[in-house]
């Protein structure tokens, strides 16, 4: 459904709705491993509910890649947290800040992980993105000729990397991913690609 982008007045006329939201370029990069972070409980499906994916990835397919937590029996990590002893929670919320483990380390931010056979839906914490940011880069769908390009902040994780020979106009992109439906920084995609 159709939604306007744009700053609306609160209900006062005095300010803007979201004024006392932080920016989300200022949310630490990994923010889904620190204290309040959120995640809901999707059960065994894979789909999140609070955000639009690809309905190719709710599959069962084993050529699905999925961000996959598992545990790290150092230390406290997300997977002890999520796992609970085999008693998921509907809601968990990170009271403490976590170090990242395996690909946790390697995202900026996660959309649906999965713990064991179990699926959580991180929930971004409300912030405030701008209407209007400088050095916009140009995100599209997966399939250029399908329409909806558009412009996006390259300090948010909005798009995935899509690493081109620019030698060979005519060879598809390759992907660097480590989850279906990833969202990446704009550096992030850079640095992706040029390990390609």
């Known amino acids: 459904s159709w939604r306007d982008p744009f700053p609306k007045s609160d209900l006062t006329g005095a300010g803007y709705i979201g004024d006392k939201y932080p920016l989300c370029v200022d949310l630490p990069h990994d923010m889904f491993l620190r204290r309040g972070a959120k995640y809901r409980l999707l059960g065994g499906n894979p789909m999140p509910q609070l955000m639009k994916d690809n309905p190719n990835y709710g599959s069962e397919d084993n050529n699905i890649a999925r961000m996959v937590i598992t545990d790290d029996p150092t230390r406290p990590d997300l997977y002890d947290v999520l796992h609970n002893g085999g008693t998921y929670e509907p809601i968990v919320t990170l009271t403490t800040n976590l170090q990242c483990h395996l690909d946790e380390c390697h995202v900026d931010t996660v959309r649906v992980v999965r713990v064991d056979d179990v699926y959580y839906e991180y929930v971004r914490p409300p912030c405030v993105e701008f209407a209007f940011y400088e ?33 060979d106009r005519y060879v598809d992109a390759t992907h660097n991913h480590i989850y279906e439906g990833e969202r990446m920084t704009y550096q992030t995609a850079v640095d992706r690609c040029a390990v390609d």
């Open 135 to 167: 050095n916009g880069q140009m995100i599209t769908r997966h399939h250029t000729e399908w329409k909806g390009r558009m412009c996006a902040n390259p300090l948010l994780p909005q798009g995935r990397e899509a690493c081109l020979d620019l030698n």
